[in-house]
């Protein structure tokens, strides 16, 4: 009885271990993909314009300025919408 009352704790100390590296390794990962991704929609919008495709590129705008407020990429992504017209 008391082996396997140590095998349930050291089992279950492994697991709680295991599970709160693994989130804390996923966060950073998260904010760089955030990060590149207004840069990505804005790059697309830039290639649609440039391909005179203005309705996906005022699409793809929209999308930035909406998801990603704070980015640094809402100023230009509001000129160019102006553009897209």
Same mark, same amino acid.
């Given at each position: 009885?008391? #082996? #396997? ?38 790059? #697309?919008?830039?290639?649609?314009? &440039? ?6 590129? #005022? ?6 300025? &909406? &998801? ?18």
């Amino acid at each position: 009885m008391l #082996r #396997r009352t140590i095998a349930f704790g050291v089992v279950t100390l492994t697991l709680f271990f295991l599970s709160w590296g693994s989130s804390q390794a996923q966060t950073p990962n998260t904010n760089a993909e955030a990060e590149q991704s207004d840069k990505i929609l804005f790059e #697309r919008a830039m290639e649609a314009i &440039n391909k005179t495709q203005y309705g996906a590129a #005022r699409s793809l705008l929209e999308t930035l300025i &909406n &998801n990603y407020a704070d980015s640094a990429f809402v100023s230009p992504a509001k000129l160019f919408i102006g553009d897209a017209w």
